[in-house]
């Protein structure tokens, strides 16, 4: 029973630890230490808990390792679904694509800000936004189903101020 609450309360412990971390990064500073303070609590029981006779019973220290590594995966798993913060994506596009790909992703809602490029062989439109993390892949799908061949690259951004549905206080 003592290794089953190690390897949950560890999972839970560095569930919350990654989820934590990504806040603070992402300027969410009171929400992550409101998380910290449960965080600590949980790990100084724990570790209580596993060092007491360690000795005479090593299969703790599997408990926690196993538990510092599924909770390490849960962790970004739901964060990955939460999706905190913006992303900036960008979409490429030949100039002659480009004003589809923009009435179809207006019409969706999502703010585009376009800019002339010159490629290889062909004039381009790039296309820059500021998403919310979790409609990523939304708003990629449905650039790609307008144009398939369209280039699209993501990168995560901290908290902006100003711009169409972005206003941050």
């Keep these: 029973m003592i290794y089953l609450f190690i390897l949950i309360a560890k999972i839970v412990e560095v569930s919350m630890a990654t989820i934590r971390m990504v806040l603070i990064t992402k300027g969410e500073r009171k929400i992550g230490a409101f998380i910290a303070f449960f965080e600590v609590s949980l790990w100084v029981i724990l570790v209580s808990t596993v060092l007491d006779n360690i000795m005479d019973n090593p299969l703790k220290i599997v408990a926690y390792a196993l538990g510092f590594a599924i909770g390490s995966y849960l962790g970004s798993w739901i964060e990955e679904k939460i999706g905190i913060g913006l992303s900036e994506m960008q979409i490429i596009l030949k100039e002659e694509d480009g004003t589809a790909v923009v009435e179809a992703l207006r019409e969706s809602g999502y703010a585009v ?57």
């Design 113 to 169: 800000t376009t800019m002339k490029g010159e490629g290889r062989k062909h004039p381009r439109t790039i296309l820059l936004m500021y998403v919310p993390r979790n409609k990523i892949k939304n708003c990629a799908n449905l650039a790609r189903s307008v144009r398939a061949d369209a280039v699209i690259t993501v990168s995560d951004k901290k908290a902006i101020y100003g711009g169409y549905g972005m206003l941050r206080k």
